[in-house]
Each structure stands twice: as structure tokens, then as C-alpha cells.
């Protein structure tokens, strides 16, 4: 049975944790360490248990952890080569743990099979990751400006999408950030509105998608609420159903969540 949790999901910081009962895989590292174990712990997972890190990108809130999580596991890092170039160069001793390849293609991890797609976000080669055992689908798309075609394309057949909610735009709009940097959230190479968020969100569920969790929402710009508004309006666009069709999750911030069932 394939199951997955967040360990964190905000602009603070992201993790998450995918899991067949026999291989456990985490989706960015970017909350301490000792946050990453205890999380893991509460879930039943030691960090030793850990068969490989797949990494969005390389900003901060992705990969924090790195430099310790590798001294305290042996497991491979997976990532483009551009994000891995440049986390080479913030960090000695990293590059023999890098497995890279290229936005789109698909390799195998201890039997599950890991897709991966472009996004579109201001860092070296982002991307987004598919997770599946053969018969269940999870699909992370977090950090992006706009939802990209390869995005859509890999939403089809899946049966959870952690997908992402950064801001509000009235928020965005009326709040304490400066006018470059809301330049830069609602840009192309930014974040996903809560509109566009449930735009794909119900394209999944209009797709298969039974479950969707809302991720990356912005502690200053976003409500749990608001997001989840701008979700059941998508759906409903679509004659989809909170609940009946499609259950929507609110990933909280700085928590870690129970297992989901993929």
C-alpha cells in the first residue's frame, strides 16, 4: 500500500515522506534534521530507513537539511543536474550522493518508479515528481508560476496530487511584502495562485484524482481557508464534489501530518 505524509509545507519549509511499508523515500529537505527524524518517528520510520531524497530545487526551504542529513544517512540524492551543480557549489562533500537526470524522464528507486516533469520557478532546473508501485499514483507539484504542460500531463492517473496553493492575490496584493518580491510570487517563475492551484487540482480530479492535498501555502499571503474556497470552486467549475469525488487536505505549515493511503 502506498502512503505519503508531509512533514512540513510552507514557505518555511518542505518535506514529505512516501512509503510502500518497504521503501521510504522523502520529497525535499528542507526543515532541520532532528525535525525530518522525529516526523518520521511519529510515522514509524527510523531516518536510517531512508532510500533516497528527491529534491525539487535548491532553494532554501527545499534543502536546508542537506548538509547534515547526509552525515547521519547514506541514502542517494535525486535531482537535474542543474540543481545539483548548484547545491555543489553552496556545499563540499555532496557530490558523490547525487543521482542526477533530466527534467521528464523515469528510473526505478528500490521498485517504485519515479517520474519526473519540468516546472517553472526561478531556480536552476526545478521540477516536479511522480511516485507510483504500480498501481497507485502520487504527483507533487509544488513551486511554479505557471502549471506547465509536462505537469498536466503527469496529473493524469493520479490518485493523490500534492499540489500547490502559495497565496491569496487579495493577500498578496495588500500585504507587507515589497513590490519586487510580489513581482516575483505571482510572476511566471513564481507560485501558484489559489486560483491556478484549483485549476489543476481539478484537472486531476476531473482525471481520477481522489484526493488532493493543498501545499505551500504562503504564512503571510494564504489562509487555509481561502485555499481551500478556491479549490471547491475549481472542482465545482467541473461538477466535482468536495468530499463525494474529490477529499481536499490543507497540509499545514509546520507540522507533520498522519499517513495518507496514495
Known sequence: MLRMATLASGSSGNCAVVSDGRVHILIDAGIST??????????GVELRHISGVLITHEHTD??????????????????????????????????????????????A??????????????????????VTDGTRKLVLCTDTG????????EAKGAHTLVGEFNYDPEMLRTGPYPV????????DRGHLSNEMGGQLAAWAGAQGARRVILA???????????????ARKALAELGLKEGSDV??????????TDWFEV
Open 34 to 43: 532532528r525535525r525530518i527524524s522525529q516526523g518520521l518517528k511519529a510515522l
Open 247 to 256: 477529499e481536499l487536505v490543507a497540509a499545514p505549515r509546520g507540522e507533520a
Open 146 to 153: 505557471v502549471i506547465t504542460p509536462e505537469a498536466r500531463e
Open 180 to 187: 519586487y518580491l510580489k513581482e516575483r510570487i505571482r510572476g
Open 62 to 107: 527545499h534543502v536546508a537539511a542537506l548538509p547534515v542529513l547526509c552525515k547521519q544517512t547514506g541514502a542517494p540524492l535525486f535531482t537535474t543536474e542543474g540543481t545539483a551543480s548548484e547545491l555543489c557549489g553552496r556545499w563540499s562533500g555532496l557530490v558523490e550522493r547525487f543521482r542526477v537526470f533530466e527534467p521528464g524522464q523515469r528510473f
Open 216 to 230: 505551500h501555502l504562503s504564512q503571510e499571503n494564504n489562509l487555509p481557508r481561502l485555499a481551500l474556497e478556491a
Open 109 to 130: 528507486l528500490d521498485g517504485l518508479e519515479i517520474g519526473t516533469f519540468g516546472t517553472s520557478h526561478d531556480a536552476a532546473c526545478p521540477c516536479g515528481f511522480s
